[in-house]
């Protein structure tokens, strides 16, 4: 099995965002790609699953030209995708989900108990046993889904798969039984093919790596040949001298107290302060009830029990909280809106003139906000954010948030899918705001991260709150230790 | 449903229920029908009513029918409207042995006890007659039709203009291509039509007087009061008002619910009652002009 | 309300019980308040009454799970009505009954590809087809026609025992098309694409073709329906069926169905045309007014979905 | 069909184009095959004309932005026209009108909270609300309802120069709801929320409270175009109205808007409001019979949606 890619390009509406990729790769390889936002990594992964039609270019697998013009044909040639955004259908069963369009049969009537048989053995097979094949695909949490989607994409063993940024919702030993998988699979001759931002486990995992930048691609590497600095410098065109900014935290007065706080079923008597100035660290295992503490605080889930949520959105943002959210598709963003309208969101009222919305100042707003966190393409401030990929989707959520000037801040997995640049400017940023007075409570799965951007850090353990550490000195050992126990 | 009530027909009772399936109550002429049968019904002191509404849906007088039936009525008067028959509905009666009362609206097929409504046509050329007479220059006249199509009560009407004044060289017959749907604002609509093609228009003839009270308002807009007159069928308030007023509203046929309600509710009594009665009763539909129609409209 | 969560197996049937105590209340109350109601001619009413609304509403479900419509099913009743009565004269009664049916597959077929092929809104495709199938229809015939062969009237009138004969068909209808939703791959394809079409193209399933089988089978319970509904009357009329669609979408989307598409089950579609229809009979069997009637009708449907709604849970996640 | 993607400003108006080409070559084709349509007498016509779906168009649109539909306008256009007319005898005629177009808002209100609170779906609260209010209308009066005093009548019939007073007042609906929808914080949330509901809520901005607004909008265009039609006509009736939904929404669609929410424009549905006049006027000029009326009224409605349909950008992450 061997593919070979020669002068793809892709335009959107007349702009060309492929200028011409070549690649090689065969059966067996971990071929990692890795560029910064918007550096043309999912088109061109698109292009491959017979998703997007290319503009010009040329697709060989086994030297002969493949002509991919649906995900039909690719999966004739046993190319299977997990796309970066999730796509489940959230009505339906994960069995469902899983062999959709393959089901056993009896009598041509589908045969359900074999089906959830077979959609058990699957994940079983592919080391995400944990999961209920009977459950709705929508009430998974989003790491579970995006388990659930590799399952699918694995159902009648593929040739090549395509994971583009499988780890960025994954966490702990979930991530564990991803690489598991991809050596898994490695072993077996499937060619891999893996976008990530994450450059350590790209640096542990890929046989080979190519990097991308602006739509091409600029170097094709071998883990052994590179390290990550030198992975940044050639995505980012600039040298980043360190990655997380030194803290030394004077906590102030106390921003947000919460006392006690307890919903059935997802956390219970969680209580703690977030001070002016500090930045706090969340971490926990998916489902340990992060997220539905942040909601609950932040007053978008109904009322618990305990002292210090707030009555709804409204309230807390009238209080200075604001709360970036894990899930940018569903409650982060209105795709179908332009990125202005998308930041403006937050400030339409409070900066209106009069009853009309401030069109020029609105502009001023998200022009230096975009300025701000470099969020690409050039001029995207009247594109729908759809368009945008998904770290910048990702980065135009913050700006929203900032623009109201928060006094406190939630994030919640804030830098999932952004790259290490864009990271390094968003960790500053987020520094600078400490630093002014604002209070960071920062959701993440990423312990590297948690210790390295935060003053102390929450563990969270099955919806306790199991400890309270100081970042500084701490390793990723402990922080797990009181996670898992 | 009421003590008393039960058994087939025949034989004197003193108390009986009468069902009422209307096609289509939502018109002011049906819905006057349902009222005057309900009226004439209170001063018998021993008949009750049951009123149901298809809304329209042939199935659903059926249906109405059928629930009727199984509430043991004594008979069931159809007011059918637009509905050129309903053969099920007439079977099921049949096959429940009760007598079937229609009213306006003669049934092309179907079996049915006994029939008391207008004749549409008569109506039409009446109008027609009485514009021949007026209009003696002759000229443009135009016809505004309530549909749809396939709606024969107003084809009769227009048929029966058409036959007198088609028959007249002195004038030239347009017909509005759309439909009024038997209101006043589709009334008005189709007029405004008629007139930007037709501005020489003499006379209208509308298939009911909803309809010629919209395009009497179409007609002032426009400023052709002076210019054109007006000819409708059925006798409803506004209408005899307007002709009473001597505008350009210039004559309808009475068609009148009430009287229509009031004589099948009697004719019901007397067939339960035994009584061997006509089977269609055609009732006049007396022309109405300025001359006569204070007479109307105080009755 | 407090809702009480109860699972069967891993399915949460909240709702089912809840729809089946409404209708099993419904019809506890018609039974002691009306003495009309358990007659047999009553019942077997309630039988006839429900086969046109059934028969659309099951075509209307299958077209709402892809998360589209079909406004046109009205018209279609009213042609497939008049071109069976019209063929009558010539045909073999069956074969005009078929050519009727079939007309209504051809039109489904028609909105199906111009909703899918060409990637039109369904509300309007289907509201030109409304209109033109209706004019159409005319066309055909302006003056209603009635048969007066009687064995026309036979589909319509036959029993099976103490059951009309249609209504064992629009049960079929709703059994076969249940398999078809819940046991088939076209039919877990179309109820896939509704809940999210871009993820069943990927799969490398054709959302077209089953947009259009989607759409098909609607014209071809409506065209049934018009046969049905001519021969079960009498008379064909290119005018019935005006406003039909408003009471098929209502049976579905009371049935738990969302006009969003990929939630709603035939069951639900059942229980919400059983609802409508019981409703119906009992404002007749009470002699209620008819304006009153329209008045309390809309009123009881929407206490029924207040009271069957789900409990959805709102959630941060909440992608669905 | 190629198609050139043409920006101004950064903004694709490609459709808008296209779009106003249609009207300018149904215009053309008007003018210069028929005498009659550039007589002011047909241009006041089709003014008047476009005056009650215009109004009713608007309202919709702001409850499609929302992903909710209206079905109840044609019953609230009846009853606010009868409650206008009988309330003159005893009010000041300004003050009936007041009361009339304040029903309108009051029914638009309750349906509002019937979505927004109880999250019970759109179609079907206003379906019932539909069936009710038409109900209701006919409960207030049976009888057509004729106002004798002339002042009735001058609202309908002033004219503004060469234009009718009405339609000044739908413009000035579609100019302020324009801006509303473009530049208050109001209607972009509106839009918004037709978008992503959750992300709105979660933006801090009361999702129900813009939702009950989007409602009341639709039901005081109603109310308002209720008065309007009643003073027009002279006579109200409380079987008008009948079907006024449908010709709503597709002015709406046929304009650009998603009937799933978030997308639309003001402008857009005007332009819907007039390809439908248009037409309508046409086909009466030409003497079209009705039921051809019909079928190609459909025909060309599809025509229209084809020619002005958006090449949709197809993506793995287009879920809007
Ligand atoms: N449907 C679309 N229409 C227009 N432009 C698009 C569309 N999809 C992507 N683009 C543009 O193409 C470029 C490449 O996007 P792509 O999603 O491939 O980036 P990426 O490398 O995957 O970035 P990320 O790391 O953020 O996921 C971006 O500038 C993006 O805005
Ligand atoms: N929409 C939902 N419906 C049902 N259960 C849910 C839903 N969303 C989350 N859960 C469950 O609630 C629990 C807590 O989820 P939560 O998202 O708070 O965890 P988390 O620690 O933030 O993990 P993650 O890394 O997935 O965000 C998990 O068991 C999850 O499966
Ligand atoms: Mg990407
Ligand atoms: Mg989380």
Redo the contacts between chains.
């Keep these: 099995m061997s593919l070979l890619l020669r002068g793809v390009r892709k335009a ?3 702009v060309e965002v492929l200028h011409g990729v070549d690649l090689e790769a065969r059966g067996g390889d971990v071929l990692a790609i890795v560029g910064a936002n918007g550096a043309g990594k999912s088109t061109l992964i ?1 292009i491959l ?1 017979g ?2 039609p290319m503009s010009s270019g040329e697709i060989l697998i086994d030297g002969q030209p493949a002509d991919l013009r ?3 044909d690719a ?1 004739d040639r046993g190319i299977r ?1 997990v ?1 970066q ?8 069963s994960v069995t ?1 989900n899983l062999l ?2 393959n ?1 056993p ?1 009896r009598y ?3 045969d ?1 108990p074999a089906a959830h048989r077979k959609a058990r053995e699957l994940l079983e097979r592919v080391g995400f046993g944990m999961i ?1 094949p ?2 709705r695909a ?1 009430r998974l ?2 790491a579970r889904q995006q388990m659930v989607e590799i399952a699918k994409a694995l159902v009648s063993e593929p040739k090549v798969l395509i994971l583009d940024e499988p780890s960025a919702v994954l966490a702990g030993s979930d991530l564990d039984a991803l690489f598991a998988l991809v050596r898994e699979l490695q072993r077996r001759g499937v060619l891999v093919v893996y976008v990530s931002h994450r450059l350590v486990e790209v640096l542990d995992l890929a046989t080979a790596i190519v990097v991308m930048k602006d739509g091409k691609v600029i170097t094709t590497t071998e883990p052994a040949r590179t390290s990550e600095a030198e992975l940044i410098r050639l995505m980012a065109g600039r040298q980043l001298e360190r990655i997380y900014p030194p803290r030394r935290p004077v906590p102030g007065e106390v921003r947000l107290r919460v006392d006690g706080l307890t919903r059935a079923g997802e956390f219970t008597g969680v209580s703690f302060e977030l001070r002016a100035g500090e930045i706090v660290g969340l971490f926990g295992l998916v489902g340990s009830g992060r ?2 503490l ?2 609950c605080v ?1 007053g ?3 009322p618990a029990e305990g002292s210090g949520a707030f009555r ?3 309230d ?3 209080h200075g909280v604001a ?1 970036v ?3 940018r ?9 332009t990125v202005r ?1 998308n930041i ?3 400030t ?2 409070s900066t ?1 003139r009069g ?3 401030d ?1 020029r100042r609105q502009r001023r707003d998200t022009a230096g906000m975009i300025e701000r966190l470099a969020i690409q393409p050039y ?1 995207c ?4 954010v ?2 945008l990929s998904g770290g910048n989707q990702q980065k135009a959520v913050l700006a ?1 948030w900032l623009l109201v000037d928060p006094k406190v801040l939630i994030l919640d997995e804030p830098t999932r899918g952004v790259d290490m640049a864009t990271r390094v400017d968003i960790y500053r940023m987020v520094d600078t705001l400490a630093r002014a007075g604002l209070a960071v409570l920062l959701i993440s799965s990423d312990l590297t991260e948690v210790l390295g951007a935060t003053d102390r850090v929450l563990v969270m353990n099955q919806g306790r709150l199991a400890g309270e550490l100081r970042s500084e000195g701490t390793t990723e050992d402990q922080v797990l230790e009181k996670a898992i126990t | 449903s009421d003590e008393g009530s039960g058994g087939g027909s025949g034989g004197g009772k003193d108390a009986y229920t009468v069902g009422v399936a209307n096609f289509l109550l939502s018109g002011p002429y049906f819905s006057g029908m349902d009222a005057a049968i309900a009226a004439q019904a209170k001063t018998k002191g021993n008949v009750k009513i049951v009123s149901t509404d298809a809304g329209g849906d042939a199935a659903k007088l059926a249906a109405n029918v059928e629930d009727l039936l199984s509430k043991n009525v004594d008979a069931i008067i159809i007011s059918g409207g637009p509905l050129e028959s309903a053969p099920a509905a007439l079977n099921a009666i049949k096959a429940a042995k009760k007598p079937a009362i229609l009213v306006d609206r003669k049934f092309a097929v179907g079996e049915y006890t006994s029939w008391i409504g207008p004749d549409n046509e008569a109506i039409g050329k009446q109008d027609g007659e009485f514009l021949t007479k007026r209009l003696t220059g002759g000229g443009k006249v135009g016809i505004i039709k309530g549909g749809p199509a396939d709606n024969s009560i107003g084809l009769a009407r227009t048929n029966g203009f058409k036959s007198v004044l088609s028959s007249n060289s002195k004038f030239t017959l347009v017909e509005a291509p759309d439909f009024g749907n038997w209101g006043s604002d589709g009334g008005l609509t189709v007029m405004e039509g008629l007139l930007a093609k037709h501005p020489d228009l003499v006379a209208v003839f509308c298939e009911n007087d909803a309809m010629c009270l919209g395009a009497q308002r179409a007609i002032a807009d426009a400023g052709k009061t002076g210019q054109i007159v007006l000819a409708g069928v059925d006798g409803q308030a506004e209408a005899l008002k307007a002709i009473l007023d001597g505008t350009n509203y210039v004559v309808t046929g009475l068609n009148s619910p009430n009287v229509i309600g009031k004589l099948a509710l009697d004719r019901t009594v007397e067939v339960l009652g035994g009584a061997q009665v006509e089977k269609d009763t055609v009732v006049p539909s007396p022309q109405i002009t300025k001359d006569n129609a204070a007479q109307y409209l105080n009755s | 309300m407090t809702t009480l969560a109860v699972k069967v197996r891993g399915r949460d049937v909240t709702v089912e019980i809840a729809f089946t105590l409404l209708i099993v209340a419904l019809v506890t109350v018609a039974a002691t308040t009306s003495e009309s109601f358990l007659t047999q001619t009553n019942l077997t009413n309630l039988l006839k009454q429900m086969v046109t609304t059934g028969l659309l509403a099951f075509g209307m479900l299958v077209v709402i799970l892809t998360g589209g419509i079909d406004l046109s099913v009205g018209s279609v009743v009213a042609f497939a009505g008049i071109v069976t009565a019209g063929l009558v004269a010539d045909l073999p009664i069956p074969v005009a009954m078929v050519v009727g049916i079939a007309s209504g597959i051809a039109f489904g077929a028609l909105n199906g590809v111009l909703v899918a092929r060409f990637e039109l809104a369904p509300f309007v495709v289907t509201l030109a087809a409304l209109t033109t199938i209706r004019g159409l229809a005319f066309v055909y015939s302006e003056v209603p026609i009635s048969p007066t062969d009687p064995g026309f009237l036979w589909l319509g009138s036959a029993m099976a025992g103490p059951i009309p004969l249609i209504t064992i068909i629009m049960l079929a209808v709703f059994g076969v098309g249940g398999v078809f939703l819940a046991r088939t791959p076209a039919g877990r394809s179309i109820i896939a694409i509704g809940g999210n079409a871009e993820t069943v193209r990927l799969a490398g399933i054709n959302v077209r073709r089953h947009i259009v089988l989607a759409y098909t089978i609607s014209g071809f319970c409506a065209g049934l329906a018009g046969v049905i509904l001519t021969s079960r009357v009498g008379i064909a009329q290119p005018s019935v069926g005006i406003a039909f669609e408003l009471d098929a979408i209502a049976a579905c989307v009371i049935g738990g169905a969302s006009l969003a598409g990929g939630r709603g089950s035939a069951k639900g579609a059942f229980g919400g045309v059983l609802v409508l229809v019981l409703i119906n009979n009992l404002l007749n069997l009470y002699g209620v007014q008819s304006f009153w009637q329209q008045v309390l009708k809309g009123l009881i449907i929407i206490a029924v979905i207040l009271v069957q709604r789900t409990r959805r849970p709102r959630s941060v996640k909440g992608r669905a």
């Design positions: 959107f509406n007349g698109k699953s998703a997007l649906s995900p039909h999966h995708t796309y955004e999730l796509s489940l259908v959230p009505e339906l469902e959709m369009g089901f049969r041509g009537l589908i359900w209920d009977r459950a929508g949490s989003v997220s539905e942040a909601a932040f978008a889930a109904r709804s959105p409204q807390a943002i009238r709360m959210t894990e899930d598709a569903g409650s982060g963003l209105v795709l179908g809106m309208d403006g969101l937050t339409w009222r209106a009853p009309l919305i069109v001029g401030a009247s594109m729908p759809v368009q929203k």
